[in-house]
């Protein structure tokens, strides 16, 4: 990755902040050669300070750090876009971003699945989700063929909403069985991608 650092007589380049999952704008910042090797070394978003003049890791005192999960340059080099997952508010106010926009994915497939993460690790015995995972893999396998089966019954019929309530289910528990084994959906949505090429 090269950036031009010299296009700027403070050798100093824009990095935007760009959530990973949500691809919402975090916020700007800018960088110089030391704190970019810096955030590439700890993996957190540290830029240059121009109001302290000096680095300045973004979380080094809130603990609201900006994880870094991929960097890349602009056409120029000499703007970067960090991809990066937020620990906590970013902007100094509390807000999500510093724009006072809410960082929300609104993939509620991505919800769910954080839904059933949350169930997963801290499990609660009113919990349907908890309760599968308690049962092991073999039961919300179970779950999945059963499901599975209800879904071809029901397309069959001429009943439009039996059919979806079933598919509904079926989505979910498998959304259960991916988790159970280790995996995300966007795992799988890999795979269809690569065979897709």
Same mark, same amino acid.
């Given at each position: ?8 007589? !403070? ?20 960088? +110089? ?8 070394? !700890? ?52 807000? !999500? ?6 960082n929300v994915? +609104? +993939? ?39 499901e599975a ?49």
């Open positions: 990755m090269q950036i031009d650092f010299q296009k700027s007589p !403070d050798g100093l380049v824009p990095a935007i902040i760009q959530d990973a999952i949500t691809n919402k704008v975090l916020m700007l910042g800018y960088m +110089n050669r030391e704190s970019l090797e810096k955030t590439v070394l !700890d993996g957190k978003v540290t830029f240059f300070s121009r109001s302290k003049n000096r680095l300045w890791t973004k979380g080094e005192e809130s603990g609201n750090f900006l994880m870094v999960k991929d960097l890349m340059v602009d056409c120029d080099q000499d703007t970067i876009l960090i991809k990066a997952s937020p620990v906590g508010p970013v902007c100094h106010t509390g807000a !999500d971003t510093c724009w006072d926009e809410k994915d +609104n +993939n509620f497939l991505s919800t769910l699945e954080n839904i059933i993460t949350d169930r997963k690790n801290n499990p609660s015995d009113k919990s349907y989700t908890a309760s599968l995972f308690a049962k092991g893999i073999n039961k919300i396998a179970q779950k999945v063929g059963e089966v209800e879904v071809v019954i029901e397309a069959k019929d001429n009943n439009d909403e039996l059919f979806l309530n079933e598919s509904a289910d079926l989505l979910f528990h498998y959304l259960i069985l991916l988790q159970a084994k280790g995996f995300q959906l966007s795992d799988v949505i890999s795979v269809l991608k690569q065979r897709h090429k």
